[in-house]
């Protein structure tokens, strides 16, 4: 008799239907094929200790196991509960009328008790693509497979669970979760707001304008400046999630096993701060048991490199093709997959090795030589896809009391969805979103300055010893400040603040 279950194996951050077929003939022999690994290989003990505790007998029989398709990999221990399944079934144990209407997953312990898996929203959303009428899944990851609709997702804590509910001697309501209702709910403000941060006016306005055309940013200044705790408001003024970037950006976290217990959507867009000592396939993602890395995990969200300088360079180097493709490419043995990383870097970094280069309350000891040799850490090529440097100073302690409470993340983050709002209708049907993600033929096109703004940034490209890389990056965040400003035409005074964001580039200054 051949009996068939359905499972799910991860791809990226999509899954695949896996088909478990068990054959089973009179002997005793266990044998599991179509490249399980050796955690799928091991499930035989748990399933067979499950089985014995909860009552059943282990089958006296020869059991085929294959699972295909026979070329993709089947990794870890979600496999157990499909798995024991069809054994169940081969012996009779279950009724086979309901398996074909299910996909199930689940790692079993050895008391027949279901543990929580990796990855539910791809896998439930490969049940419907599939056509199943439900999936049954561990009790505790039910409410992150239920945000996808139109499928019964049954939620269960055992073995015998699940052999009850398939021989209709158990009913289980299937988990349902209000989708909009905990959107909506996402979309609220949080304490994290710019209203907490007391003048800079001037960082204010740069990290509007980086929010607002989607700009990569850079700030220096001394320690304590306030970088980190502005870095940490971006988000706040981004536009909210929409739902499909909120299911995209959930399927990368439910992969990674990051979802709080009860969180069924990441509805805030994230914010990940990787420290310098990370690891190139920490941060790419890869990986023996591919993993997404933290730009991924920062997709549709913020990536904060603080410290800049003291990320390995190599590091960096890793960062500049997904900045470029939105998207990484992780290639592992003969098979790789693809992970999103739209995210927006913006990275911090002090002046120089003592912090307090430029700083006009501090005396600053480091020699010329370690200053130049500190700002060359940074990698020119990570530097060029960088469109606003901002430079920070302290406000002091004394002065930080008398000031008023800065305008809130809700009042800027309006101004930011207008200017993103143009954006839009300008790149309608191009798959580009935002200013900063402009092809140099698009540049050409939307950013066109007039005589007098083309004699203005010669003259000053000129005077200020701006390389030629700057130029593209002026035109941009250009673009951006007429745009929040509601200017179809770009003006000489949106130069001039654009001019402003690269002082990095200044050969005069750092
Ligand atoms: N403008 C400000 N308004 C309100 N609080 C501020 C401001 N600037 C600094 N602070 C306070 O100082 C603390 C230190 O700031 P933060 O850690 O962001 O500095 P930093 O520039 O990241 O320094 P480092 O270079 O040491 O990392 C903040 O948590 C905040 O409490
Ligand atoms: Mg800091």
Known sequence: MLLKTYAAALQGIHAELVTVEIHAVPGVNFSLVGLPDSAVKESR?????????????????????????????KEGSAYDLTLAISILAATEAIRTTHLDEYLMMGELSLDGTLQPIHGVLPIALCAREAGFKGIILPLANARKAAVVQELRVIGVESLLDVVRFLNDQQTIEPTAVDINSEFMLGRQMTDIDFQDVRGQENVRRAMEVAAAGGHNMLMVGPPGAGKSMMAKRLPSILPPLSLDEALETTKIHSIAGLLEKNQSLVTRRPFRSPHHTVTEVA???GGNNPRPGEISLAHNGVLFLDELPEYKRSSLEVLRQPLEDRKI?????????????????????????????????????????????????????????????????????????????GESSETIRARVVAARQIQQERFAGTGIHCNAQMTPKMLRRYCQIDARGDELLSYTMNKLGLSARAYDRILKVSRTIADLEGSTTIQVTHLMEAISYRCLDRQTSL
């Open 329 to 405: 490419t992780v290639a592992r043995n003969r098979l790789s997959v693809d992970y999103p990383a739209s995210f927006m870097l913006v990275a911090a970094m002090n002046p120089c090795p003592c912090g307090h280069y430029g700083d006009p309350t501090h005396v600053c000891t480091c020699t010329p030589t370690q200053v130049h040799r500190y700002k060359d850490k940074i990698s020119g090529p990570l530097l060029d896809r960088v469109d606003i440097h901002c430079e920070i100073q302290a406000v002091p302690y004394s002065k930080l009391k008398e000031l008023q409470p």
């Open 45 to 73: 003990e748990r399933i067979f200790a499950a089985m014995r505790v909860n009552g059943f007998s282990v089958p006296h029989k020869e059991i085929t196991i294959n699972m295909a398709p026979a070329d993709l990999k």
């Open 283 to 285: 941060l790419v993602g």
